[in-house]
């Protein structure tokens, strides 16, 4: 009986490494794991300044937060103060590298305000414990801290609570 509860403990420990409330460990994608479309690296420490939505999506699953994303958009919320980022789960899909990572640089084109960026070998899944295979959704106030977590679809009241809690921090 020790044992299970230990075991237990251990994973739901391990289940809770991005927590509500804190600054998420310090994370790079680059090189062979990824990076943004340009080429350089990503770097976790950039989501301070502003409050960031950031879009963790399985290739397979892209439309899942759309609703979000759209009502992120009708909101208009002022570039200086809010953007979003949108990392993509490469190794969760499938479909070749390739054929994404090049409308992944046409999307950048399209929306130059959110920052896209490739990973390839589910550092985010591994680092910090997101969901695989879905599409997480995490928001972080102007000092880098995590107001919201969602892994998979955020219902239409979520939404409105989503929209209230971004302007509740700027």
Same mark, same amino acid.
């Given at each position: 009986m020790t044992k299970i509860f230990l075991g237990l403990c251990i994973i739901l420990g391990s289940a809770m490494a991005i927590e509500l409330d804190k600054i998420p460990t310090?994370?790079?994608?680059?090189?062979?794991?990824?990076?943004?479309?340009?080429?350089?690296?990503? *770097?976790?420490?950039? %989501?301070?300044?502003?409050?960031?939505?950031? @879009?963790? &999506? #399985?290739?397979?699953?892209? *439309? %899942?937060?759309?609703? %979000?994303?759209?009502?992120?958009? !009708?909101?208009? @919320? #002022?570039?200086?103060? &809010?953007?979003?980022?949108?990392?993509?789960?490469? !190794? !969760?899909?499938?479909?070749?590298?390739? &054929?994404?990572?090049?409308?992944?640089? *046409? =999307?950048?084109?399209? @929306?130059?305000?959110?920052?896209? &960026? =490739? *990973?390839?070998?589910?550092v985010l899944v591994k680092e910090w414990n997101l969901a695989d295979d879905n599409s997480d959704i995490l928001i972080f106030n102007q000092q880098g801290k995590l107001i919201y977590k969602k892994f998979g679809e955020v219902s239409a009241s979520e939404i409105k609570k989503v929209i209230a809690l971004i302007e509740k921090n700027l």
């Open positions: 310090h994370v790079t994608i680059d090189g062979e794991n990824g990076g943004n479309v340009n080429g350089k690296a990503w *770097d976790s420490s950039m %989501l301070k300044g502003k409050i960031y939505t950031l @879009f963790y &999506v #399985d290739p397979d699953e892209k *439309d %899942l937060n759309n609703p %979000l994303a759209d009502a992120l958009k !009708a909101r208009k @919320f #002022d570039r200086k103060k &809010v953007n979003s980022v949108a990392i993509i789960n490469l !190794a !969760a899909t499938w479909l070749p590298n390739i &054929v994404i990572e090049a409308k992944l640089k *046409d =999307k950048q084109k399209k @929306f130059p305000d959110t920052l896209y &960026v =490739k *990973d390839k070998k589910k």
